[in-house]
């Protein structure tokens, strides 16, 4: 990863020095693509290391107890500033305390992973719902999005490495994002539950809330939905 990560660093660097001299305009929009490239590249890299570390077995967990509701409540205002240039972001589970037994760093990737993906993809002018609350045994953290583009995918496949909604790639995103998010769900002893409906995408992270965590399987998460239907 070093080998890899220190070139890009460097091209990042040298394009901010770029951008600080005294160049024609047309330069400086060289200069200013150079490095939009290179720090999507890097962005790239830190995923793909990511996935593999995870995928290896070799992530170092620290699980305690954390609210969930705050840590929600902190990344929704991290992103509110882009949301609201564009989509109407509305938390409903700030008047709540829900807590869980987890890795409060992975929790909050995981979450900023779903919040990113429901900024990239949906409908422009929209609103996407998100919601911290208890179902049986898992904390959830639930968010909602009307996608901009059809939804010819299952669930299962949008949570595999490098596949995307948007298959024509004509918008932001590597396809690692809800691979990551899963993946690290499942390491913590929980899931990933993801719906589609016509154009609306629906995803909730399942996680333990207590201190000797059951693993979450999808038939369990299928006959809470059941089961809850109409509370959620």
Do not use: W
């Not at 929704?76 to 972001?89: A, C, H, P, R, T």
């Not at 002018?125 to 299952?154: C, M, Q, W």
């Not at 690692?176 to 690290?184: H, K």
């Amino acid at each position: 990863s070093h080998d890899i990560k220190t070139p890009i660093t460097s091209i990042i660097t040298y394009s901010d020095l770029l951008s600080d001299c005294d160049l024609p305009k047309n330069t400086k929009d060289y200069v200013a693509i150079i490095k939009e490239k290179a720090v999507a590249l890097k962005r790239l890299v830190d995923d793909l290391i990511e996935a593999s570390k995870i995928n290896a077995g070799v992530i170092n967990l620290n699980p305690v107890n954390i609210s969930l509701s705050e840590l929600v409540a902190e990344a929704v205002v991290e992103e509110s500033q882009q949301f609201s240039n564009e989509l109407d972001l509305i938390f409903k589970g700030d008047q709540t305390n829900v807590s869980a037994f987890v890795d409060g760093t992975k929790t909050y990737r995981v979450v900023d992973n779903l919040l990113s993906n429901a900024l990239k993809y949906s409908v422009k002018g929209s609103r996407v719902y998100a919601d911290v609350y208890y179902l049986h045994d898992a904390a959830v953290f639930e968010i909602k999005n009307i996608s901009s583009r059809p939804l010819n995918i299952t669930p299962d496949e949008l949570t595999k490495r490098f596949v995307r909604g948007d298959k024509s790639r004509s918008q932001e995103g590597n396809g690692l994002g809800l691979s990551i998010a899963d993946s690290l769900c499942k390491a913590m002893g929980g899931c990933l539950n993801i719906t589609i409906d016509g154009d609306l995408f629906k995803a909730r992270m399942m996680l333990p809330k207590s201190k000797e965590p059951q693993q979450l399987t999808a038939s369990v998460v299928s006959n809470q939905t059941q089961e809850s239907q109409e509370n959620i």
